[in-house]
């Protein structure tokens, strides 16, 4: 037989588990569209967003990475790799963008020679 101690125990553990599986961003608008990420270590990569976990673990289907320069790692090339359906580990993700929407543009503190 439990006692009254043993109760409020298993509800305070009940309310934690309520307040983790919260997640701090609502990726449901994101479902089904194209995403850029960018991951802890500079590499990018692009594709149509399939699902995600409140840890912001991604899924991403018609990936695309973007490679860096050899010489530069924190400058890109032109160059991309196609790698398919990824699973994107969420504490190496620093940065999601939807790819709609999204415009480059030049660095106003860089002086234009």
Not at 66 to 95: A, I, M, N, Q
């Amino acid at each position: 037989m439990a006692s009254s101690g043993d109760k409020s125990k298993n509800s305070q553990s009940d309310n934690k588990e309520k307040k983790r599986k919260e997640s701090i961003l609502d990726l449901s608008k994101y479902l089904e569209k194209n995403i850029r990420v960018k991951f802890a270590g500079g590499r990018e990569a692009a594709g149509i967003l399939k699902g995600y976990d409140p840890l912001l673990n991604l899924v991403l289907d018609n990936t695309t990475e973007y490679l860096r320069d050899p010489d530069d790692p924190y400058k890109l090339v032109e160059d991309t790799r196609p790698l398919g359906l990824v699973v994107c580990r969420g504490t190496s993700v620093v940065l999601i963008c939807p790819v709609d929407g999204m415009e480059s543009i030049q660095n106003p503190f860089i002086s234009q020679e």
